[in-house]
């Protein structure tokens, strides 16, 4: 259902992050992540994280995200969620991604002048969905 300390750091040194399965809003604030600090807010009906006070990661309804890692040019991650899901991603503004679901490519997509890029997936419950986005 969700990362039960509602934001970790993985031994393979990503993030994992959210709880799905809260019926209340529940956030914790200043975590420390390779410099940086992150802000997370979640619960059944949403899920976001910021990173030094910038939009990074928001999902409708609820997520449970496992082994976040965003480099340069590139986001990759497991997603777990009740049912289908719409994520909304902070990347560079006005640019063109690749985006991967399971392995398949679902499409090139553009960011808009915020840099948001959303993404519908359909979930299978109980089994979390791969994505990767890279930038063309």
């Not at 802000?39 to 030094?52: A, D």
């Given at each position: ?90 990347l560079e503004a006005e640019q063109e991604y690749t985006v991967y679901v399971d392995q398949v490519n679902i499409g090139k997509m553009k960011t808009n002048l915020g840099g948001k890029l959303p993404i519908s997936i359909e979930i299978n419950a109980g ?10």
């Open positions: 259902m969700g990362i039960e300390e509602l934001i970790r750091i993985e031994d393979d040194g990503t993030l994992s992050f959210g709880n799905y399965g809260l019926d209340d809003k529940k956030k914790r604030a200043d975590f420390d992540f390779q410099g940086d600090k992150y802000k997370i807010k979640t619960f059944s009906g949403i899920t976001k994280l910021e990173r030094n006070g910038m939009f990074v990661y928001e999902s409708t309804p609820g997520t449970a995200v496992f082994h976040f890692k965003a480099v340069e040019n590139a986001v990759a991650f497991q997603v777990e969620a009740a049912e289908d899901v719409q994520i909304t991603l902070g089994r979390p969905a791969s994505v990767k986005v890279e930038k063309n």
